[in-house]
């Protein structure tokens, strides 16, 4: 089996499986005040000062499904038996569907794009999982079935701190932005079953929203068997905060991460998450 997995730029990786040649990232353009930027050419940091200077707010735009043809003919002429396609979910972006059809274009190739229901570095945590598993050599079946279970079994719960950054994308009324902001309300957002984010809860006060965090991590994650992730967007106090909480109470394998540029578009600036995902077997 030779096997190449195809990502986008809302996953995010450790620095040594960024330069694999069986490891291809698709970009997801983003826009700002008419100009298109694309997220592997900044870091996170340079993102976040965009953001806080533009005046309009950041728009994302799918990536080419063109872009994903050719490279599948590509990897095809280069020996390639078997691809996994691991995407923002369909729950965010429409990428998913308009690409699924490629999955039977091509004769003697195994083309595979499961649902993920998850982004940034959880996503990313699965993708490393594949590669490891490949590196391992294990078979596609065993990889796919790693995969699925590490979904099935992975979770995240993300705080907004600022309910500008929604508003400004559409996914909030000014009116409930104003309600919101007088009423100093803290969203807290999850995946849903079919990979949409929804509204978990809201919470009153900043330092409520971070102690029902804790919370949620204590109870969806296992110090054992999960791997935790404290991902933030400028916000880098809380995320010492829910660090520290993490490691007191018996986690081993926890890592602080920045959004990459597409999350952070999303969730603006400000934002902080828990993630877990079952540590690699």
């Given at each position: 089996?030779?096997?190449?997995?195809?990502?986008?730029?809302?996953?995010?990786?450790?620095?040594?499986?960024?330069?694999?040649?069986?490891?291809?990232?698709?970009?997801?353009?983003?826009?700002?005040?008419?100009?298109?930027?694309?997220?592997?050419?900044?870091?996170?940091?340079?993102?976040?000062?965009?953001?806080?200077?533009?005046?309009?707010?950041?728009?994302?735009?799918?990536?080419?499904?063109?872009?994903?043809?050719?490279?599948?003919?590509?990897?095809?002429?280069?020996?390639?038996?078997?691809?996994?396609?691991?995407?923002?979910?369909?729950?965010?972006?429409?990428?998913?569907?308009?690409?699924?059809?490629?999955?039977?274009?091509?004769?003697?190739?195994?083309?595979?794009?499961?649902?993920?229901?998850?982004?940034?570095?959880?996503?990313?945590?699965?993708?490393?999982?594949?590669?490891?598993?490949?590196?391992?050599?294990?078979?596609?079946?065993?990889?796919?079935?790693?995969?699925?279970?590490?979904?099935?079994?992975?979770n995240a719960?993300?705080?907004?701190?600022?309910?500008?950054?929604?508003?400004?994308?559409?996914?909030?009324?000014?009116?409930?932005?104003?309600?919101?902001?007088?009423?100093?309300?803290?969203?807290?957002?999850?995946?849903?079953?079919?990979?949409?984010?929804?509204?978990?809860?809201?919470?009153?006060?900043?330092?409520?929203?971070?102690?029902?965090?804790?919370?949620?991590?204590?109870?969806?994650?296992?110090?054992?068997?999960?791997k935790v992730?404290?991902?933030?967007?400028?916000?880098?106090?809380?995320?010492?905060?829910?660090?520290?909480?993490?490691?007191?109470?018996?986690?081993?394998d926890v890592?602080?991460?920045?959004?990459?540029?597409?999350?952070?578009?999303?969730?603006?600036?400000?934002?902080?998450?828990?993630?877990?995902?079952?540590?690699?077997?």
């Amino acid at each position: 089996m030779k096997l190449a997995i195809i990502t986008d730029t809302s996953a995010d990786f450790a620095e040594q499986y960024k330069n694999r040649d069986d490891l291809i990232i698709l970009e997801i353009p983003i826009s700002i005040e008419g100009k298109e930027y694309q997220p592997s050419e900044m870091t996170h940091q340079e993102w976040y000062k965009l953001m806080r200077e533009t005046s309009e707010v950041p728009k994302t735009s799918q990536p080419s499904v063109l872009e994903l043809e050719e490279i599948l003919k590509k990897l095809k002429h280069e020996g390639y038996t078997h691809v996994l396609g691991i995407f923002l979910s369909s729950g965010i972006s429409g990428f998913f569907q308009n690409a699924f059809y490629l999955q039977d274009e091509f004769e003697d190739m195994v083309v595979k794009f499961p649902e993920t229901f998850i982004t940034s570095s959880p996503l990313g945590y699965m993708i490393e999982t594949a590669l490891d598993a490949a590196d391992a050599g294990k078979s596609f079946e065993e990889i796919v079935e790693q995969f699925e279970y590490q979904r099935e079994h992975d979770n995240a719960f993300m705080l907004v701190d600022d309910l500008h950054w929604l508003a400004k994308g559409g996914r909030l009324s000014r009116g409930g932005e104003l309600l919101g902001t007088l009423l100093n309300i803290k969203p807290i957002l999850q995946f849903s079953e079919d990979g949409k984010v929804v509204v978990y809860d809201k919470v009153r006060t900043s330092k409520k929203a971070i102690s029902e965090l804790k919370k949620l991590m204590l109870a969806n994650s296992n110090p054992e068997t999960h791997k935790v992730y404290v991902l933030h967007a400028d916000a880098e106090e809380r995320a010492e905060e829910l660090y520290d909480f993490a490691k007191k109470h018996g986690y081993d394998d926890v890592e602080i991460v920045t959004f990459g540029p597409v999350i952070a578009t999303h969730l603006g600036l400000g934002a902080i998450a828990y993630g877990f995902s079952p540590k690699k077997g």
